[in-house]
């Protein structure tokens, strides 16, 4: 067996395995993925809420797991970010929404990379956030890309699977950038919904992420007319 036609094997496997394991939770939880549909197109954060926080202990794992599933297929994952802080307390819902948000994407990363290469020439074609592919295959440009909240993960990692930074660096890259990403929306998600609790701490952090991100891109733009 050649080397390339073991890594399709090894490939499709892995793609029967993850198959094998989403069929595993309708079995065992035929009402699941409708629940968590409905709730989340219809945008019942609070419905959200209730839903995961009543698997008690397991919540944790269906909230990984949501957030993982969402960024695997390229859909946004904030819901499951604004609801963790309240499920699971600031600071461990921010540690399990990153945790979720750096698995999914590096599965979405080597899914694209290997399988979906046309698609992904699609996205960078409709989009227009970024210009410049080459770029993509550095450590910083994907991690500026990542730590920006609230932009669609789909996006960058479009960029980033049709680049050619390695696994390693992409990692790096994904890990570290989704940290500011993270606080920043389980934050807000947290504060938000105790808006009657937080809206002091919410008004003081949404001035300061207005500050730094305002600053950076002030500088970043100072960057570009000294090197012209």
Not at 13 to 40: C, E, K, R
Request: glycine share 8%; aromatic share 12%; proline share 3%.
């Amino acid at each position: 067996m050649t080397d390339k036609t073991l890594g399709w094997t090894v490939r499709l496997g892995g793609v029967l395995a993850v198959l094998l394991f989403l069929w595993s939770i309708q079995w065992f939880l035929p009402d699941f993925y409708s629940t968590m549909w409905h709730l989340t197109v219809e945008g019942d954060i609070d419905g959200l809420t209730d839903y995961i926080a009543s698997f008690g202990y397991a919540a944790i794992l269906v909230s990984v797991f949501m957030i993982i599933f969402a960024n695997a297929i390229g859909i946004p994952s904030i819901p499951f970010l604004t609801v963790n802080g309240v499920i699971f307390g600031l600071v461990p819902g921010i540690i399990i929404s990153w945790a979720g948000e750096v698995i999914g994407i590096e599965i979405s990363f080597r899914l694209t990379r290997t399988l979906l290469r046309n698609q992904a020439k699609k996205v960078i074609q409709r989009s227009n956030m970024l210009e410049k592919l080459d770029s993509y295959s550095c450590i910083r440009t994907i991690m500026m890309g990542r730590a920006i909240p609230y932009s669609p993960n789909v996006v960058v990692t479009a960029f980033s699977a049709l680049s050619h930074i390695s696994y390693k660096d992409h990692f790096i890259a994904n890990a570290l950038g989704k940290i500011p990403a993270v606080v920043v929306e389980v934050w807000f998600g947290h504060d938000l919904l105790r808006i009657n609790e937080h809206w002091e701490r919410l008004l003081g952090l949404t001035i300061l992420v207005v500050a730094i991100y305002g600053f950076l891109w002030w500088r970043k733009k100072q960057t570009q007319r000294n090197k012209s």
